[in-house]
């Protein structure tokens, strides 16, 4: 089955609550450390299932929620009740935020169908979608048979090849983290951004009820960003998450994109990578 878009409306999930083969994913998650957890207990869409970002990524890494091995993430999203054949539909609670980076991770370990709610939590209440509350029996675990797709991620050496030799860089923070005028959340970490990169913090390819732009208008802030659609990016942020909403943008523009999964928590946190806070093209 060829699915024209990344992203599913609540009118559309409607209709498909029920299916056999559907599997509906909470993945709820909050920088400042609430437990995603809460909100899943407290309202979700009927049937679904809560992805605990941190749970479901590298455990030995000291960076923060990076993917984990292959066989770790199939055994993570088996327990789940996911194999790697179902439709799979991630939201979150804020709107359209960690849900993001739940599907490309389920993308770059070779789930063939996943989608993200577009809006999430909020737009299936604005839908007038059923909701259920409270701690949620383990499902029937699933069979997800995990291939890693090498061409969906960047590392850092690869990303400072890629700043050298002028290859776009898509950083999702805010302007301010961007041009190092604001504190970053996670200690330790110096300000500013990567030479050359490019400034779209992730809010501005989302409408004010947090469903995804479309069209021109999606790709009008790409463009003002200083983007040219027609070549590579690569997407970063602080910790790998927004950037896969601007990945999650890209894609729904029919263009291919990589995460750089270490992102400014890796970059940022160290002495040997460039910094700059000047902007690109100054």
């Avoid at 970490?189 to 004010?208: E, K, Q, S, T």
């Amino acid at each position: 089955m060829t699915q024209s878009s990344p992203l599913i409306s609540a009118a559309e999930l409607k209709t498909l609550l029920g299916r056999a083969d559907l599997r509906v994913v909470d993945a709820s998650w909050h920088l400042d450390g609430r437990d995603g957890r809460i909100d899943f207990e407290r309202e979700r869409i009927p049937g679904a299932v809560f992805f605990d970002l941190e749970a479901g990524s590298e455990q030995a890494s000291p960076l923060p929620h990076m993917l984990p091995t292959a066989a770790a993430f199939a055994a993570h999203v088996s327990a789940l009740g996911i194999g790697d054949q179902d439709d799979v539909i991630v939201y979150d609670t804020p709107g359209l935020v960690s849900a993001a980076r739940i599907w490309w991770m389920l993308r770059t370990f070779g789930a063939a169908r996943v989608r993200v709610l577009d809006g999430g939590l909020p737009a299936w209440r604005a839908a007038g979608g059923s909701l259920e509350s409270g701690p949620r029996s383990s499902p029937t675990p699933g069979r997800f048979r995990a291939r890693f797709d090498l061409d969906a991620v960047a590392d850092r050496t690869e990303v400072a090849a890629a700043t050298e030799a002028g290859v776009q860089v898509l950083d999702a923070r805010s302007a301010g983290r961007f041009a190092g005028t604001a504190p970053e959340p996670r200690p330790g970490l110096r300000g500013g951004h990567m030479p050359g990169a490019c400034n779209l913090p992730f809010a501005d390819i989302l409408m004010a009820d947090s469903t995804m732009k479309r069209g021109a208008a999606l790709e009008a802030a790409f463009r003002a960003a200083g983007i040219d659609l027609e070549r590579p990016v690569i997407t970063s942020c602080g910790s790998g998450v927004t950037a896969a909403v601007l990945s999650l943008g890209l894609a729904v523009l029919g263009r291919p994109s990589r995460v750089y999964d270490g992102s400014w928590a890796e970059w940022g946190g160290r002495d040997d990578t460039a910094i700059t806070t000047t902007p690109a093209g100054q």
